[in-house]
Every structure is written in C-alpha cells, then in structure tokens.
C-alpha cells in the first residue's frame, strides 16, 4: 500500500539537497547517492518510490547544481574526475546528520547507483549508524583514477549493517575481477547480511530507465527493485 507523498527542494548547510517522505515525515530514512545524472528526473522518480513505502528519501547533489535534467551527458561526465572523494563524503555525511536529526528518522540506510554505489559502499564502512547498504552496479573500476582515493572495497568490508549490491556481468567498467574482490570482502564480514545479485548480460547502469531499451536491462530492473524497496522497508523499520 503506497503513502501520499511531499516533495521539496531544500539546502542543508549550505548543500543542495531533494526530499521526498511520506505526508508528515517518518522515523525511517534513506540517503540516496546518485549516478552521473545528478538529481535528474529519475532519481526524483526513486525517491518517490522510497517515500510512497513510508521511508523518507533524501538525495545529496554531486555536482552542487547541474543534472541530467539541464545538462548534457557529455558535460556530466566531464564533472567526474572533479568528485574529491573527502568532500563528498563530508557532504553525505552532513545529510545523513540531517536525515537523523531535524528529519526526525530514528533509523536510515543508504542507496547508490553507479559513482553513487561506490560511495555507499564508503560511506556504509566509514559511519556505523547506517542501518542499511545499497549498491546498484556500484562503479568500482579495474584501473582506479586519481580522484578515488579511498578503497571501496576495503571499506565494504568495514560495514556492520546488511548489504544488497547487484551487479551487470555486461559491465563495461567494472571486470569480474572486483567484483569477485567486493563479494569476497563482504562475504569476510563478522557482522551484517549480504544479498548479492548477479545480473547476467545486464550492462553499468541497468536501473536507470534511459538504458531499457535493452530487453536484458528492463528485466534486471524489474527483479532488483521491489526487493530492494522490500529490503530499505525491513531494515529501516523501527519497530517488529
């Protein structure tokens, strides 16, 4: 059963921001990490999705500005290499505060698609009060570029709380080699749950909506998202 939503544009100290919660808000919380597309119109339409199950979503800006919805791919790309990998997860964290703060959840994970997996994957290792971990296709190369200066997959294995990542074997940026290497750090871990899915054929970037014109894409979407909305549910849910 879907909830009636609100939806706002908003600055937390300073940094874009975009919320999307149930009428009234809730205790549970989602910190949504985009892909290259920035906050474009579908991740508007994920967060949405989030917050129609009664999880507040709260989207951080990469590019402090710019999206897919005013800028060219080409020019979003161009940003990439600019991403200092301190500053954004000082600035997700930052979001976090507030999603745990003046949001008023008492529980939140955090999601990412691609450049954004990544850093759930960082941010999931490096702060112990997300109550879940989600990584679609999460961009973890096979050559690192000099702006990643953190080690995603040594920081997956620092994560205590469940973990869902889905992974394309059609990767054109990230071999089989890490992800065997990502698996295998979260498979290592003590404490938390991992729920790995492994999409044959499906390429970087299956979920976003511009990439099923490929039957392959559509149909991983399709399997991986209600599992995921199910999963953000039972792991954000403050009471049993």
Same mark, same amino acid.
């Given at each position: 059963?879907?909830q009636d939503?609100?939806?706002s544009?908003?600055?937390?100290?300073?940094?874009?921001?975009?919320?999307?919660?149930?009428?009234?808000?809730?205790?549970?919380?989602?910190?949504?990490?985009?892909?290259?597309?920035?906050?474009?119109?579908?991740?508007?339409e994920?967060a949405?999705? +989030?917050a129609a199950?009664g999880?507040?979503a709260l989207?951080?800006?990469?590019f402090h500005?710019?999206?897919?919805?005013?800028?060219?791919m080409?020019?979003?790309?161009?940003?990439m290499?600019?991403?200092?990998d301190a500053?954004?997860?000082?600035?997700?964290t930052?979001?976090?505060d507030?999603l745990?703060?003046?949001?008023?959840?008492?529980?939140?994970?955090v +999601?990412?698609?691609?450049?954004g997996?990544? &850093?759930?994957?960082i941010?999931?290792?490096?702060?112990?009060?997300?109550?879940?971990?989600v990584a679609?296709?999460?961009?973890v190369?096979g050559?690192?570029?000099?702006?990643?200066?953190m080690?995603?997959i040594?920081?997956?294995?620092?994560?205590k709380?469940p973990?869902?990542?889905?992974?394309?074997?059609?990767?054109?940026?990230?071999?089989?080699?890490? &992800?065997?290497?990502?698996?295998?750090?979260?498979?290592?871990?003590?404490?938390?749950?991992?729920?790995?899915h492994?999409?044959?054929?499906?390429?970087?970037g299956f979920a976003?909506?511009?990439?099923?014109?490929e039957?392959?894409?559509?149909e991983a &979407?399709? +399997?991986?998202w209600?599992?995921?909305?199910? &999963? +953000?549910?039972?792991?954000?849910?403050t009471?049993?």
């Open positions: 059963m879907t939503i609100e939806t544009r908003l600055t937390v100290n300073g940094l874009n921001a975009y919320l999307a919660r149930p009428a009234g808000g809730s205790e549970s919380g989602m910190l949504l990490l985009p892909m290259v597309t920035g906050i474009g119109e579908q991740l508007r994920w949405g999705a +989030i199950i999880v507040t989207v951080w800006d990469p500005g710019p999206s897919s919805d005013d800028t060219s080409p020019d979003l790309l161009a940003k290499p600019e991403l200092d500053i954004a997860l000082d600035e997700q930052q979001l976090l507030h745990l703060g003046e949001l008023g959840c008492v529980k939140a994970g +999601i990412g698609w691609c450049l997996g990544r &850093f759930a994957l941010l999931g290792g490096k702060d112990h009060r997300v109550a879940n971990v679609y296709h999460p961009t190369p050559e690192t570029p000099p702006n990643h200066t080690d995603a040594a920081h997956a294995g620092l994560i709380a973990v869902m990542t889905m992974y394309p074997t059609a990767d054109e940026l990230v071999p089989r080699s890490r &992800f065997d290497e990502l698996q295998s750090a979260l498979q290592a871990r003590d404490t938390g749950p991992s729920l790995i492994v999409y044959p054929a499906a390429e970087h976003n909506k511009t990439r099923h014109g039957p392959v894409n559509a &979407f399709a +399997i991986s209600p599992q995921v909305l199910e &999963f +953000i549910r039972v792991t954000t849910k009471c049993l």
